[in-house]
């Protein structure tokens, strides 16, 4: 007995803002929902229907208009009964691209660009629109900027996290061009993007290039009998890589250098080793470039005795 197939899909905005749904009438036994990306048909999750008599529904309830782009890629509804087709095979699946229309999102995360003075200047905003474009403005306090600053936007790759799932999909990419930054340049920014949903905003900030932000949050996280190690979070990198200077005493001078550490993408963070057992220590910490150290940051702390276990401290 070969399956019939039927799917549907209706879209939030048309049905006022209630459910989307997806249905698919089978003779059927299992059924599977699965909702894949756009371009590469990457699995970006698996969904659980609704059986009612020979009729399954998926219901996939709306997740609010800033958010709804998620729902946006292929559904395919796969069906299996134990009897094979008239072709032989025993999954029978059908695919529907489902567009859902929402404002703007952007596919970006920094939101500090670096900058030097009498130099130009490229910068590169990605966003994703399911529902068109129709306008890109760039404004400062609330006017927009001066022709000096040339805006250009072309279709390219957006990456964008879906459901969990880092995904590639077609969206575009707004340039900022200016030939020859001037003192005033320097400052906050926000980039209006417009399509026939609403209208998203992306704020940056402008800044001129020199020595790196104070690093922030320094927290001893273990002590030892021998060693202290410590975490802290990153600062503003001043436009050029950065490194971390830790130094210890045990008063208030005679400070000892460890080799500088690099950046880390993940957590940033140094261990201080040969320490004398049950010892009083500061440490303090700062950041380089290639203009010059941010201010230092302090903290106080010690060794344990040998009496004691490691301690783990949470912050």
Known sequence: MEIKHLFQIHHPLIVRNSNVYTRCYENDLTKTFMMTSVKRRQLIRELDGVTIGRESVLTIPDPGLDTRYQDTGYYVCSVENGVLGMNGQLVFSRTEFFNVKAPPVYGIKTSVFPGQKETSINILIPFYSTSGLSKVELS???????????????PTNVSLTVHGTNITVGGFTTE????????????????????????????FYLKAAGPPDAPTDLQVTERAVNSIRMEWTAGFDGGF???FIV???????????????PHSKTMESAKIENLNE????????????????????????????KC????????
């Open 247 to 261: 130094e210890y005493a045990t008063g208030v001078s005679d400070w000892i250098k460890l080799a500088p550490i």
């Open 176 to 203: 900022i061009s200016v030939q020859t930054l001037q003192q005033e340049d320097f400052g906050n920014y926000t980039l209006q993007v417009t399509n026939e949903v609403g209208v998203q905003q992306f704020e």
């Open 308 to 315: 004691s276990s490691p301690q783990y401290l949470d912050h």
């Open 140 to 154: 400062r306090n609330r006017s927009v900027v001066s022709n000096r600053f040339v805006l250009n936007t072309v």
């Open 278 to 305: 049950n010892k009083f220590y500061r440490i303090r910490l700062s950041a380089v470039n290639s203009f010059g150290s941010s201010s230092v940051i302090f903290t106080n702390t010690s060794t344990i005795c």
């Open 241 to 243: 890589p950065q490194q």
